[in-house]
């Protein structure tokens, strides 16, 4: 087994990069895949989505693992610091992420230190998934380098369809330069809101500037107050509120991913 590495990516804060890693790790692995999720965001977000509350005192999280990786010491057993949760494995984080990306400055190869920390791995999964932080630092830079693919959740806002260009800017540098093997697998959009003619409006303005080049998602995902609430009970939205409209958009695009990636790898 060859795990695909995908990074949910965009340096816009708050457009749903953790909701939706959570829920399509949590639909993929309900589907019988192995998963892997890598909490990339010093926030620790998505650690704490999936009930690790004390991360603080975690002995191991993907800050202590690139930390070794900087300093070519050993990493410990698999075993010492994937943590699973029902059907997920996750590799956690906390804010100690954030003097990581300050000393990768200076570290030699800076931009793989990842990627070798989930070469260790790789072949224990079928998808293993990176939550990024808002922020196109070298920490988002590392995921870029270690993924396969990238997928973009997009809020229908102005502004956030306006970040894409920037984003794909960096992205494309970074296809060119370290990772030429990068596929934009596509763009999501979350918190959509039918009725809205912004909502509606910006999807269109997506589709006329990017459709040609990168595929966008047939399902967009909806707002609930739900997803909230299920954060708030540390569970994915799937898990706690199956006929929500948002878990089924989920799952739909759950769906989609697996068949589009196969399109790729068929191509
Ligand atoms: N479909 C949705 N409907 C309603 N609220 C949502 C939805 N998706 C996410 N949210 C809420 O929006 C907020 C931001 O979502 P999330 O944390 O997934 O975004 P993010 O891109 O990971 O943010 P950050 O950039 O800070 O890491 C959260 O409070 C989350 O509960
Ligand atoms: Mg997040």
Do not use: W
């Not at 990074?7 to 399509?24: D, E, F, R, S, Y």
């Not at 998505?46 to 191991?60: K, P």
Request: aromatic content about 4%; glycine content about 6%.
């Amino acid at each position: 087994m060859n795990g695909k590495v995908i990074a949910i990516v965009n340096q816009k804060g708050g457009v749903g990069k953790t909701t939706t890693t959570l829920n399509l790790g949590y639909a993929l692995a309900e589907k019988g895949h192995k998963v892997l999720l890598i909490d990339l965001d010093p926030q620790g977000s998505l650690t704490i989505s999936l009930g690790v509350d004390d991360n603080d005192n975690l002995q191991h999280t993907i800050a202590s693992l690139m930390g070794m990786e900087i300093e070519e010491e050993q990493l410990p057993s698999k075993n010492e610091y994937i943590i699973t949760v029902e059907k997920l494995d996750l590799i956690p984080c906390n804010i100690e992420l954030s003097g990581i990306e300050v000393s990768l400055v200076n570290a030699m190869s800076r931009e793989y230190v990842l990627k070798c920390v989930i070469q260790e791995i790789r072949n224990d999964y079928e998808y293993i998934i990176i939550d990024c932080s808002p922020s196109l630092g070298m920490l988002t830079i590392n995921a870029l380098a270690a993924c396969d693919g990238v997928i973009i959740p997009v809020t229908p806002e102005y502004l956030s369809a306006k970040g894409l260009e920037m984003l794909l800017k960096n992205i494309g540098r970074t296809k060119k330069k370290i990772n030429p093997a990068i596929d934009i697998e596509g763009i999501l959009l979350t918190m959509y809101v039918e009725r809205m003619n912004l909502s509606r409006a910006v999807k269109q303005m997506i589709e006329d500037a990017y459709g040609k080049q990168i595929h966008i998602y047939s399902s967009c995902i909806p707002k609930s107050v739900r997803v909230g609430e299920s954060s708030l009970n540390s569970v994915p939205i799937i898990q706690y509120d199956r006929k929500n409209p948002v878990s089924i958009a989920y799952e739909n695009f759950a769906k989609e991913v697996v068949r589009y990636g196969k399109s790729i790898t068929d191509k």
